[in-house]
């Protein structure tokens, strides 16, 4: 070597191979057609094409539960996304606070887990105040509600790199505001989430506010998740918003201009939600009346079967959605699909889901958001070449007849129909 290359530059090739050779070993006991799920803290370049990574023995201080944000951030933002931290924190004793904070930080990890030594007292939710297990309860809730969303930031990074979770200047590289961000960080392009990661003072009991940035873009609004509130960064240099935290939340926004599909019928597992109906969020873009982009909403979906590598041979469905206000079409495209023969098809239904939002006036807005595609049979979900793009006009008698359903936020709603597919994704 000449001296050139120490053997601490490479001497975590050494845990890489062994990643590699078991994950080729796993492929040849499925035959090919089983996917692996491998967990490694040891890494190199390239791991994470193997599995998911953990970034080590942690402990239940409040100190690393506020360095598990950049040290996950710095992974993904190199390539490795599939990575979380030891929710509470490996060594030591957690206390009630902790515990509640970092389970609801960990559900915004992209590997979430909690785990401890075995010497350490034991920390199921259940084993702390009522209180602290409803609040926890809720967070799993939240994480199980957006596995769609997760799924199709997984896919996402599986064929285009970009990381799951992101940094603040993903969006706004220029602004020091989020050049020096360490605590808030976005989850795909569409959640922003600020974790708390100190306790709070004697005085900060009851809630307390937090000075948050936000980014700005043309949609120039961001929506309380958990009570529909808007936020809008303002348009000074200061781009600072105040947040009302208590012990039962942290602030956790999305974008405008966003429609999520989420699983609100959560069961005992991810496996049993497998036929869970989907629900529709749309989020509308805050842009000016009349502005190019005013009002609309997009989103994406990614599905598959779950567990096999029948993917690479066309079976999946990647389909985007539209949603305009007022007269505009509203449409759902980008399905890519390769084998067209397949028996199972997903089908764009013809009719469209009313909605109605409104606007900072309180006046009601409608548009009309398409059917997600329909699941047939009980095959492996697919989409047949007639139905790849559709734009729909909803006839005026089914506008009347299909009820629209509020969301409490005065710029979002949550959509809900029995006729969307009891598929998966």
């Not at 785990?115 to 084993?127: F, I, S, Y």
């Not at 120039?220 to 998740?225: A, E, L, P, S």
């Not at 105040?242 to 999305?254: D, S």
Request: aromatic share 12%; glycine share 6%.
């Amino acid at each position: 070597m000449g001296g050139l290359l120490e053997h601490r530059e490479i001497h975590n090739l050494y845990g890489h191979y062994h990643h590699r050779s078991t994950y080729e070993g796993l492929m040849r006991r499925g035959e090919g057609n089983q996917r692996p799920f491998l967990l490694t803290r040891s890494l190199f370049v390239g791991s994470h094409r193997f599995g998911f990574v953990w970034t080590g023995d942690n402990r239940a201080e409040w100190t690393h539960l506020a360095a598990s944000i950049p040290m996950i951030l710095s992974a993904a933002v190199c390539g490795v996304s599939a990575i979380g931290a030891d929710v509470d924190g490996f060594f030591a004793d957690t206390s009630e606070e902790l515990h509640i904070r970092w389970q609801q930080a960990g559900i915004f990890y992209p590997f979430y887990r909690s785990h401890a030594h075995m010497d350490t007292k034991r920390r199921e939710p259940w084993l702390f105040s009522k209180r602290s297990l409803d609040v926890v309860r809720e967070a799993v809730l939240v994480r199980y509600r957006l596995l769609p969303y997760w799924y199709t930031l997984f896919a996402e990074y599986a064929l285009t790199g970009d990381p799951i979770v992101r940094p603040l200047w993903w969006l706004d590289a220029l602004s020091p505001h989020f050049q020096e961000e360490q605590q808030a960080f976005l989850v795909g392009s569409d959640f922003l989430v600020r974790p708390i990661v100190r306790p709070m003072d004697d005085d900060q009991v009851n809630g307390f506010e937090l000075d948050i940035a936000l980014p700005r873009d043309d949609n120039n609004v961001w929506i309380d998740y958990f009570s529909g509130l808007p936020f809008f960064p303002t348009l000074s240099d200061e781009p600072w918003v105040k947040y009302g935290v208590t012990l039962r939340n942290i602030p956790v926004f999305v974008r405008g201009g966003t429609i999520l599909l989420t699983k609100e019928r959560v069961k005992r597992s991810s496996t049993n939600m497998f036929h869970s109906p989907y629900t529709v969020h749309i989020y509308p873009s805050a842009a000016a009346e009349g502005a190019p982009g005013g009002g609309v909403a997009t989103g994406r979906v990614y599905v598959d079967d779950y567990n096999s590598f029948e993917y690479l041979r066309g079976k999946f469905v990647y389909e985007g959605f539209a949603y305009y206000p007022k007269a505009r079409d509203n449409e759902a495209r980008d399905a890519r699909t390769k084998d067209e023969d397949a028996e199972s098809t997903w089908i764009l239904r013809s009719e469209a889901l009313p909605l109605e939002i409104l606007d900072s006036n309180d006046e009601p807005l409608t548009g009309y958001l398409s059917d997600f595609p329909h699941r047939e049979s009980e095959k492996l979900p697919h989409l047949s070449r007639q139905s790849q793009t559709a734009t729909n006009h909803p006839p005026s008698s089914q506008r009347d007849a299909l009820a629209a359903k509020k969301h409490a936020s005065k710029r979002t709603i949550a959509a809900t129909s029995t006729d969307i597919p009891k598929g998966h994704a």
